[in-house]
Structures are given as C-alpha cells and as structure tokens.
C-alpha cells in the first residue's frame, strides 16, 4: 500500500470511506481497513451462496465494485480508473445480496489500488498489478487464457512495458 496520498486521492478515499459507513450503518459493519496484505492475512472461507474466484461483484445499494482474486480475498476496484484498466465494460457484474452479512466483513477488504495488465515488450506473459499482495504491491503472473478469460479482463487493456517488476513469484494469478 503507498504511504503518501495526494490531497484528491486523499478526498476521495475520506468520501469513499465515509460512504461504506453510512453505506453499513446498523449492520455492524465498519469501512474497510486497507492497511492489511495479502501476505499476512487468510482468505476468507466462501459458502457456495458467496462469491467465487474470478466474479465481480456489486452489495445491494451500493457503487462499490469488487473483485474476488485467486485466493478468494475480496479487493475494491476504487476507481473508474483501476476498473477501466482491466474491463471494457460494467458487464458481468453480479449482484450478492449476503456480500456483507454472510461472506465477508469490510475488515476483509483489500483495495486494488493502481490496478492494471501488463506485459514486458514482445513476451507472452501477462500481469496484474495487485498493491496489496505484498508490502509494497507486485505484479502477479495471470497463468493462462483460460484464467485471464474467466475474470472478463479485457485483451486490449494490457500495457507493454519495458520491464515488469516487482514479481510475487508465489503468488500467480491462478484460480
């Protein structure tokens, strides 16, 4: 996670956070803590009424969309940005009416800040940048078409790129 914050990055996180407060009021849940890693932290054990690996999901009422990774960890697309750079489209996006009040708690919640697909110069292998799978963030090798296919990500988002650097070699995008 990056320490320092611009002063709008900071405004809309302070909105944002805000928001999912009031968002949860009376269901015991708080905002998210996206002070955590993934490198710390256990993914959460999901009921086959919750979400699976690969959907982007949506709670009832809210704009906050959400992706659940490989490791069944639920990550915060927070801005038309971050979701642009990975998606075409608001398409495939499901609904789950328990996300909060059965699957997950919002201390779960990672953000996947900076989020995007990259790939270096002429190789065939894609990445997504995942600030929070390790202090600092990495970018995470996604392990076939298949995969890349079963997130929705969009083929022409990929970014060529001198290099791709940090890697978390254990942790491909592989589920």
């Not at 997950?104 to 929070?132: C, M, Q, R, S």
Request: net charge negative; with cysteine; proline share 5%.
């Amino acid at each position: 996670m990056k320490v320092g914050l611009s002063l709008g990055r900071a405004v809309i996180m302070f909105a944002t956070v805000l928001a999912l407060a009031v968002t949860t009021a009376g269901t015991g849940s708080s905002a998210p803590d996206v002070s955590h890693s993934k490198d710390t932290a256990s993914a959460v054990t999901t009921a086959a009424a919750c979400p699976q690996s690969g959907e982007r999901v949506m709670a009832p009422g809210s704009s906050f969309i959400f992706l659940i990774d490989p490791g069944g960890f639920i990550n915060w697309i927070p801005s038309e940005v971050e979701y642009f750079n990975l998606w075409d489209s608001y398409d495939g996006i499901v609904v789950y009416d328990n996300l909060f009040t059965e699957c997950y708690e919002w201390a779960d919640v990672f953000t996947f800040n900076d989020a995007h697909l990259a790939k270096a110069g002429t190789l065939p292998e894609v990445y997504i940048w995942d600030d929070a799978v390790v202090s600092g963030g990495a970018y995470r090798w996604i392990v076939s078409a298949e995969i890349f296919d079963k997130y929705g990500f969009s083929w022409s988002k990929i970014r060529t790129q001198d290099a791709v650097a940090p890697v978390a070699i254990d942790s491909p995008w592989d589920n």
